[in-house]
């Protein structure tokens, strides 16, 4: 449910959509929108709402992309830019003269819709032809692939004096099939494809019926009409640049005929006039009706809560300026309650007053009502936060540019996924059941004299994984940082507040946000066997690293050990991977894995695995029948018969034990780390590593730097990153590697790259055309050559 707000509702609603459409976007939010029945919408929210039906519902990023930026950034609604196009008002002028001529009075809510029918519709002259019962012969409608669209308005009592809407006023809806209300005193409806029939007890006063009546702008200008805030005046009719808005749309409307007061209300002939059950208005030949959020209920949710309709579960996007900064503080939804309480709809959820809002954070971050009530509808409330843009837009704000279009639906993207489907705070359970964070910090060819430094700006920034490497030469300067930001009593001559001079040749930024204390089972930290037969591969060289490693660091245990490379041969590979179960075992490491494996090596692993998981069943099946024979000198403990190869290690005389031998048969490569970004996906491998449950981690997703980007697809980064809110060409290089569940390993020497790599990377999503653009469908050969250490050649 979009709320109003004009340009601000529309776009922050818009990015909602496209954070819940399963076409438009890769969040896990995505799919939701394609479940709901109903969407409805008032005033800005009608604006949005509008714009996608009647358009037949496409994404937003075609809408954004074909329609709204250019239409934003040089709107209709600001008087300079109408008298700028002539043709545009003479032919607005022309529109509602028509009307007026046919017989129909015209009031300000017709050049206002039609105007803004200029900024939302596709169809010639504005979608001047679009009807709302029109919608119904719309191939999403007939296929129901879109919601069903409600659109609300307020009746004003004029003829009780009224000249604003009150608490309790009569709320009035708008659908393709049907116009009405159910508040008493109404109580009736019509079909809307006769709306604007002079009707006496429902029926047609001479026998003929109007048509055409429901055209789609008149519909959400009249959800958006305000210019009943004039009340007893009239605004001046300026037709100049320097008129506002309202001044301008009395100029338009003077054109046409002469003003009164009631030329401020959208004017709509009564279809129950002289209906006995339509008591309030039955004395009334026309209906007066305003924007649907001016008695202080700024959100459509009123249609839905009715139990006819059946609703289980509303989404309720507040994007109302109820604060002098233009954002919502929990009276509108409050308001709803208190009116819902007084007309006996019970199946509205109780919603607490402003102050618990305010004092309880409900208006900053998404909250469900009523999910404990089996009685009441399931209210999930979306209210509007500043996420990843100054989203506290003004109202009367009526030109956005490309970037403010984009920035804010940006923002609204994040307020559906709550910041971000990945967000800071996001990991990823691996298989040893440990939890690794969806971001970490790499340390390659960083020098040791300046690793603390450097680990301890990036812990401060928010990252909480250091990725680093026996042949890095810096495993123990980077645990120093580690220590440092957890106060472990390992580092005592190093003072808590001594960590910004710890690297002399290196200045940093003071980090306010730097907390207090770290807890070490929040930090994570990998680190990889050196690569080569000679260095780190095999079982005795590989346990030895494994111990220098804890010994370097002076940690308890390691939270990922990884092997570096498939270089050195079969026999070292399996026998360096014995050594990482076997420290597993011990407590030394908890997840283990691998680096630079292509599917060959990660298959002779797997073989081995299995080869031993059937020895184990062997070994079982053979201990059972002793068992069942009663043959008492069996143990668990007797040697594992040899024969398969799965026993080979570079060290003839080391054995497998059974308990070890049961270790490696449950064993599991928890990660794969390898060169990962747009121009060298390795889809093959990737496909393989997800089928068999391996977290990716991807090094140089930067891919090296700017030098070694082609110029045209650096171009095509620097655009994709402006159509986000100007973000960076690294932003949407981590970006990807993010929404493609990789976790990045972000590699900078320069404190303000750290921390723009980090705080620029949340609360947005690249479209799906996007992701599919920047991966191409080359070869990765073809658009990329690797590091030194590829998989896909290493036949080792």
């Known amino acids: 449910m979009a709320d109003g707000g004009g340009y601000r509702s529309l776009l922050l609603g818009a990015g909602v959509i496209q954070g819940l459409d399963s076409r438009d976007s890769n969040a896990s939010t995505s799919g939701l929108l394609q479940a709901l029945t109903y969407q409805a919408g008032l005033s800005g929210g009608s604006w949005l709402l ?30 300079g830019n109408i008298l700028e196009l002539p043709v545009t008002e003479a032919e607005i002028i022309e529109d509602v003269l028509s009307k007026q001529v046919a017989g129909y009075d015209t009031s300000f809510t017709d050049p206002w819709g039609r105007l803004l029918s200029y900024q939302l519709f596709e169809g010639d002259d504005g979608g001047v032809a679009d009807t709302f019962s029109g919608v119904t012969a719309l191939s999403s409608f007939i296929n129901y692939s879109m919601p069903f669209p409600i659109i609300t308005a307020l009746g004003v009592k004029t003829f009780e004096g009224e000249c604003l809407p009150g608490p309790n006023a009569t709320q009035y809806e708008f659908s393709p099939y049907e116009f009405g209300s159910w508040d008493e005193g109404v109580e009736a409806f019509m079909q809307i494809h006769y709306l604007g029939t002079s009707l006496s007890n429902g029926q047609p006063d001479n026998g003929t019926c109007t048509t055409n009546f429901d055209n789609q702008g008149f519909i959400l200008g009249t959800s958006s009409t305000l210019f009943n805030e004039y009340c007893t005046v009239l605004p001046e009719a300026v037709n100049s640049s320097s008129a506002d808005i309202y001044e301008f749309i009395a100029a338009i409307e003077s054109e046409i005929n002469t003003l009164t007061l009631y030329d401020e209300y959208a004017k709509y002939p009564n279809p129950f006039y002289n209906y006995n059950s339509s008591t309030l208005v039955s004395e009334q030949t026309t209906l007066h009706l305003v924007d649907g959020g001016e008695a202080l209920q700024n959100n459509p949710i009123w249609p839905l809560i009715h139990s006819a309709r059946d609703v289980d579960v509303l989404f309720v996007n507040d994007n109302s300026a109820d604060t002098s900064s233009n954002f919502p503080n929990g009276s509108e939804i409050l308001t709803t309650y208190v009116q819902s309480l007084s007309a006996g709809l019970a199946r509205m959820p109780y919603i607490p007053s402003v102050e618990t809002f305010i004092d309880e954070g409900l208006n900053t971050r998404a909250t469900f009502f009523g999910c404990n009530d089996t ?33 804010m639906i940006s923002n609204g993207v994040a307020i559906a996924t709550q910041n971000g489907n990945i967000g800071p705070t996001t990991n990823y359970t691996l298989s040893s059941g440990y939890e690794m964070p969806a971001i970490g910090f790499g340390v390659y060819q960083v020098p040791a004299s300046e690793c603390p430094a450097l680990c301890l700006y990036a812990l401060s920034t928010g990252y909480r994984l250091i ?10 300067a980077s645990a120093k940082a580690l220590h440092i930001a957890s106060r472990s009593s390992t580092t005592p001559n190093i003072p808590p507040n001594a960590w910004p001079k710890l690297s002399p040749n ?7 946000a730097f907390p ?18 000679k260095k780190g591969m095999g079982y005795t060289n590989a346990r030895a690293n494994i111990n220098i490693t804890l010994d370097d660091t002076g940690l308890d245990y390691i939270d990922l050990y990884l092997i570096h490379a498939p270089y050195g041969g079969r026999t070292a590979r399996l026998g360096a991977w014995k050594a990482l179960v076997e420290a597993q075992t011990e407590g030394k490491v908890r997840s283990i894995g691998v680096s630079n494996y292509g599917i060959k090596h990660l298959e002779e692993l797997r073989k081995w695995i299995e080869a031993c998981k059937r020895r184990v ?12 024979a009663d043959d008492r000198t069996t143990s668990s403990t007797d040697d594992i018969e040899d024969g398969d190869d799965f026993l080979a290690t570079d060290d003839p005389n080391t054995s497998l034990t059974p308990s070890l031998v049961l270790a490696i048969s449950s064993s599991h490569p928890s990660v794969n780390q390898l060169e990962l970004h747009p121009r060298l996906p390795r889809r093959s491998l990737v496909a393989y590593c997800r089928l068999h449950n391996i977290h990716l981690q991807a090094y140089s997703p930067l891919i090296r730097g700017p030098s070694q980007i082609p110029a045209d697809f650096l171009n095509l980064l620097i655009l994709i990153g402006v159509r986000h809110g100007n973000r960076s060409w690294a932003q949407v290089l981590i970006r990807w590697s993010l929404q493609k569940g990789f976790v990045p ?4 020497e320069h404190p303000e790259r750290i921390e723009a790599n980090w705080t620029g990377v949340w609360g947005w999503e690249l479209r799906e055309e996007e992701m599919k653009v920047l991966e191409g469908e080359d070869e990765d050969e073809e658009r990329y050559e690797p590091t030194g250490w590829d998989p896909t050649v290493c036949e080792d």
Do not use: H
């Not at 709204?68 to 609604?77: G, P, V």
């Not at 290196?506 to 306010?512: G, V, Y």
């Not at 390993?745 to 900078?748: E, G, H, I, N």
């Open 375 to 407: 009685s009441k509808i399931t209210i999930i409330y979306l209210p509007n936060v500043a996420y990843t843009y100054d989203s506290g837009q003004s109202t009367s704000k009526l030109e956005y540019t490309e970037e403010e279009t984009a920035g």
């Open 516 to 533: 207090s204390t770290i807890p070490r089972t929040s930090i994570f930290l990998t680190t990889k066997i050196p690569p080569g037969p």
């Open 745 to 748: 390993l972000v590699k900078s």
């Open 467 to 476: 990725d680093t490497a026996r042949a890095y030469k810096n495993e123990g």
């Open 50 to 79: 509008s714009s996608l039906v009647s358009n037949d519902y496409p994404t937003v990023s075609y809408l954004q992309e074909n329609l709204w930026e250019q239409a934003f950034a040089q709107s209709l609604l600001i008087p």
């Open 506 to 512: 290196l200045e940093l930024p003071c980090t306010p």
């Open 617 to 628: 069943e062997k070994w079982e099946m053979k201990r059972t029948k002793a068992m069942q």
